[in-house]
Structure formats: C-alpha cells, structure tokens
C-alpha cells in the first residue's frame, strides 16, 4: 500500500468562514488515501488554538519527519494549498521536499500537475495565501489600534471588569464582585499593614473568592493586581499606558501609597510576623529565619500558631527545630526588662546621645528633601514645556497624554516621598527618644505595639540576632548595650 503523510491546519477565523474544520480535513485526507490505494503513516494537526510557536513546531517536526522517511512516503497530503503554507518560506521548503526528496506536493481540494505549469499555479495559490496573512494581520492591527484610541481594551478586560457586547460591539463595565475584591486587596497592602502573602491569608479568612474554577487567591494574581494601572482608568498597549473609557476602581491617592510600598520592583518581604523578614539567623548554619503560620481546627474554632525555625530546616542533619512565638516574646521582654535603668545621671547622658544622633540623620534628611524638591520643580517646567507643545501642535494627541501620565506619576511619587521622608524621620526619632524616656516601661509599650512598630523598636535596640536551638541571642546596638550591661560607674573613675 501507499503511504502518505498529511497535515491538517484550521484557525478559528477561517473554520467560521469557509465552513470547514479540522475534523472535515482529517476525514477528506483519509478518504484520499484509501481511495488511491493506501492509508496514511503520519498526520500532523494545528488546531485553532495553537499558538504560533506551537504551529511553526509541528511543522517544523513534519518537515523533519518526512525527510528522514521519504524512501517510505509516496506525497504529502493537504487540503488545500493555503493550508500547506502561510508563507512562501514555508512553501518552498515544501518544494524542495518535492524536487530534492522526491515526495509529491499534494493538494486533494485543489489538484495540480507535477509540472512546470502545475507549479506556477501551486505558487500562484501560495502566493494569495501569503498575502491574505499578511493583510489580515494587518486589519485586525489596525482593528485594535481604533479600540485603544476609543479607549477600549485591545484584548479580554482585567480581572475587576468584564467584556458584554452591546448592539453587536464589545466595550468593557465593571464586574461588581471582582470590583469589590480588588478595592480590598488594595486598602489590605495600602493602610492595613499587609504583605503580599498577609493580603492573601485576610481573602481566605474573610471568605473572599477569586474565581469559580480558581476559589483562593495566588500571591502572583495579588502583585499583578496591585500593578495593574487599568484599574486607575487606563490601558495598556505596546508598553505604553493610555487614557480608557472604563470606570475607575482605584483612587490615585491608593495607587501611589501602594507604589511607594512596593518599592517600584514588588514586595518580597516574606510575611508580617515579627521576628522574620531576616531579623534572626540560625546559629546551626547561619540561614536566615523564617516564620511559619500554622491554622488548626479545634472545637471552638480555627486557631492560628506561629513558629520560627531555619529557613534550611528540612536539610539532612539541620536540628528540626521550631520555637513558638510566645517563647521568643517572653525572652525579648526579658531583654527589655534588663534595659530598664534607674540612675539619674545615666539616663541624662544617654538622653544626650539620642538627640545628638537625630540631629545627624536631620542633616541627611534635608539633603535628601532639597534633591527631592529639585526634581519636583524640574518636572513642574517639563509639564509647562508639555503643554505648549501642544497648545502649538508639535506633538499629537496620543504623545501628550502618555507624556502628561508619566510627569504626572513621577511628580505624585516624588511628593509621596518627601512626606514618607518627612514622617519616617520625624517617627525614627522620636520613636528613639520614647524608647529612652520609657524605658522603664518598655514591656507595656512592647505588648500593645503593631507589628511595624515592634520591627522599629527591634532595629533600634537590635544590630543582628542569632536563634541558637530555642535561644535568642541579640547582639545590642550601642549605646543600648550599656544599658544591658548595667550601670558601671563605680568602674569608670567616676
């Protein structure tokens, strides 16, 4: 019997409009071969859902194929010259298989002769197929360049919206569940002092579903939600972001303080606990720690346990080792405990030392306010600039306002920093001076902190620390460790 190899191609654009799919290529092909006496030792599919590089494999692969077994094939089978080829470097690699391997082109819709005239006339079809890619390709460019200047979404609308079509055109509206997610997400990150993974864990406990195949939220879905300028009431299109039609879910003011916290390159910080993020190291292998939240059922409900242990705990001959939270709290309240003084004389020199270290990080922080206010009014004369450009017609539409969104976040960004850097300073020293001035009551002040406020007193006080089996073993930053140590003036020479 003959042997043939055939490939079937179909894309979903074409199946709509000449009414055939790849079920019906498949059928033709074989009827094809039994009907000339043989049967067919290879076919090859692209289906409407391959993607490009997908399709330039297989037929890569069926080019390969039949190169290595052309002494078995007796012609490569296809519907129709167009589903041979999209383009004319394709074909021709058919045709040297033909003229260089002496495997016949064979097209079952559209039958031509193994001659100079039959060639002409493949090459003619091939030709038409060529073309019609290309133009396609570039209408449906075209189609979405008009969609984005309309201020519609070139492809399917993010999660938060949802395409309809209305009198036969696609648009975009809010998608009221998801809306509701996505405002949550970002007032969890941007004012409730959550990680990425914390934002994750407060949409499971507060029963928050993503979607119906997909009930629990993934750490990826929450950064590309909280980088997502779409839900500020633009799109995106060729790197760029431009002004859109859909209504906005997210206030500027939100996005910038997210942007800020993100840092511009994503949150890595691994969780909220207290004593992660690289605060301790393991005193076994020198890894750092990190912290792991347990969730049990027990009869009056779920429970939340925090343990702390190396990040190299499951390495063979690591101490398996875990130490609960409450264990490490009880042992830094020790440490404050010992912190406590009582002479006078001490406590006002260690007053001196404090203030006269905030008036240094004073000095740099005005340094860092002026560079900052330069680059403010440096992008306040570029907008100016911008704007009479304009006004004049030197740049068109679409440059102004891409140009006019990137000042605008630039400028919101330096602002948002001169006010962080304004409130950290001012919070970094005070907060140094109430550590000293309640020193003797440090314990209470630990025990109704937050979260970011315990980190703050930890760098204070803390250089580094190290976990040695269940100990805490903090190295003190000066002159905190005076304090540790004691008052030793009747060592001092008075």
């Given at each position: 019997m003959k042997q043939f190899v055939a490939l079937a191609r179909v894309s979903s654009r074409e199946q709509e409009r000449e009414g055939f799919s790849l079920a019906v290529q498949e059928e033709a092909l074989r009827r094809y071969a039994t009907q000339h006496g043989g049967t067919l030792f290879r076919l090859f599919r692209i289906a409407e859902t391959a993607s490009k590089g997908?399709?330039?494999?297989?037929?890569k692969e069926m080019v390969a194929f039949t190169k290595r077994h052309c002494a078995e094939i007796d012609g490569l089978l296809f519907y129709k010259v167009d589903r041979a080829a999209r383009n004319l470097f394709d074909y021709v690699e058919l045709e040297r298989l033909e003229t260089e391997y002496d495997v016949p082109f064979i097209s079952i819709s559209q039958p031509t002769e193994s001659n100079p005239a039959g060639r002409m006339m493949r090459r003619t079809l091939a030709n038409m197929a060529s073309f019609f890619t290309e133009q396609m390709a570039v209408d449906i460019s075209q189609g979405i360049n008009r969609r984005v200047q309309e201020g519609w979404f070139p492809g399917k609308a993010p999660y938060g919206y949802r395409n309809v079509r209305i009198n036969g055109r696609s648009i975009v509206e809010v998608d009221p569940p998801a809306a509701v997610n996505v405002k949550r997400i970002f007032q969890l990150?941007?004012?409730?002092?959550?990680?990425?993974?914390?934002?994750?864990?407060?949409?499971?406990?507060?029963?928050?579903?993503?979607?119906?195949?997909?009930?629990?939220?993934k750490r990826t879905s929450i950064h590309n939600i909280l980088n997502d300028r779409a839900y500020l009431g633009e799109?995106?299109?060729r790197g760029g972001w431009f002004p859109g039609r859909q209504e906005p879910i997210v206030d500027l003011a939100t996005w910038q303080r997210v942007q800020a916290l993100l840092g511009g390159t994503g949150n890595q910080q691994s969780h909220t606990m207290t004593y992660a993020a690289e605060f301790m190291r393991c005193g076994h292998c020198g890894h750092p720690i990190t912290g792991e939240l347990k969730i049990k059922q027990t009869k009056s409900g779920p429970r939340s346990y925090q343990y702390y242990r190396c990040s190299k705990y499951n390495q063979p001959g690591h101490p398996r080792t875990r130490v609960t939270e409450a264990e490490i709290d009880r042992q830094v309240l020790a440490l404050f405990d010992r912190i406590r003084?009582?002479?006078?004389?001490?406590?006002?020199?260690?007053r001196a030392v404090l203030i006269s270290q905030t008036q240094d990080a004073q000095v740099d922080s005005q340094a860092q306010r002026a560079e900052l206010q330069r680059q403010a009014t440096l992008l306040v004369a570029q907008q100016d600039r911008l704007l009479n450009l304009r006004i004049e017609d030197q740049i068109d539409e679409p440059t102004f306002q891409r140009k006019q969104i990137e000042l605008r976040d630039r400028l919101a960004s330096i602002k948002l920093q001169l006010d962080v850097l304004d409130r950290s300073h001012d919070e970094t020293g005070e907060l140094a001076l109430?550590?000293?001035?309640?020193?003797?009551?440090?314990?209470?002040q630990w025990l109704t902190a937050d979260y970011a406020a315990k980190r703050r007193i930890l760098e204070i006080v803390c250089l580094n620390c190290t976990l040695n089996d269940v100990t805490l073993c903090p190295e003190i930053r000066?002159?905190?460790?005076?304090?540790?140590?004691?008052?030793?003036?009747?060592?001092?020479?008075?």
């Open positions: 997908d399709e330039r494999k297989t037929f990150y941007a004012y409730e002092n959550c990680t990425l993974e914390g934002v994750v864990r407060r949409l499971v406990q507060e029963g928050t579903q993503y979607r119906c195949d997909s009930p629990e939220f799109i995106q299109y003084i009582e002479d006078d004389a001490v406590r006002d020199w260690f109430k550590v000293f001035e309640l020193s003797q009551t440090l314990r209470q000066k002159p905190f460790d005076v304090l540790i140590e004691g008052p030793l003036v009747h060592q001092s020479g008075g």
